[in-house]
């Protein structure tokens, strides 16, 4: 081989190891989503708060509002939609979602505000979680995401967490904007579960990966759960 044929061979190498080096560094980076931008994330926040003592959309975070703090924390690429009731809109930090969304009708819970975020998506995977979950992370909601997309045939993804008899979580939960007309009719039926919603054969129900930690699925209820947050 002569000296000229050996230079190019080298560099050669070396440009496939840059080029797979790259790769592996934007994998590393790049969200688990293939197109997190496409993909709507829905807060729901709509809720009184009645044991807690105020509503939980005007809670605070380590010093921040809480919506702040859940924005900052997932710093989502795509749409963003804050879902809010009659009576309880704008709160703190509201105008930094892309959009609000009050529901129509109060008191209705958490599966008149799915519908909401649904109605009023723009993209066809809605990643829904609550105001009141702040441990919920946002490689979490990419999985979530992730496991739609590659599901055409399903309308939602619905958790349990992994154990023995764990209980159907509603929330953190991915929805596509199809499945509106089958929540407005359980609606108007008097059906208000979510975690009924898994009964559906066209909703897929998954047991979440071993390594989420029980944490996630903490909610802040009462001020005694807002304490254990931060311990």
């Known amino acids: 081989m002569s000296f000229v044929s050996f230079v190019s061979f080298v560099s050669s190498v070396f440009s496939v190891i840059e080029l797979a080096v790259a790769n592996e560094t934007r994998s590393m980076q790049d969200p688990p989503n293939d197109n997190p931008s496409r993909t709507t994330l829905a807060l729901l926040a709509g809720g009184a708060g009645t044991r807690m003592g105020l509503p939980k959309s005007r809670l605070t975070l380590a010093g921040l509002p809480i919506l702040q703090y ?13 879902i809010t009731a009659p009576g309880f809109e704008k709160p703190p930090a509201s105008h930094l979602f892309t959009r609000e969304a009050p529901d129509p009708v109060a008191g209705l819970g ?15 995977i809605v990643v829904i979680t609550t105001v009141d979950m702040p441990n919920v992370s946002p490689t979490q909601l990419y999985w979530l995401s992730n496991q739609l997309a590659s599901r055409p045939e399903s309308l939602a993804i619905m958790l349990r967490p992994a154990g023995v008899d764990s209980p159907i979580e509603p929330f953190p939960s991915a929805f596509r904007r199809s499945d509106a007309s089958l929540i407005a009719s359980r609606l ?36 005694e759960d807002l304490a254990t947050f931060f311990t």
């Open 70 to 82: 859940l924005h900052t924390r997932f710093n989502w690429p795509g749409p963003t939609l804050l």
């Open 110 to 124: 958490p599966l008149r505000g799915i519908l909401t975020a649904l109605e009023s998506a723009e993209t066809d």
């Open 188 to 223: 108007s039926a008097g059906h208000r579960s979510v975690q009924q919603l898994a009964q559906n054969p066209a909703i897929t129900l998954l047991t979440a990966p071993s390594d989420w930690p029980a944490s996630t699925w903490l909610n802040l209820n009462t001020p």
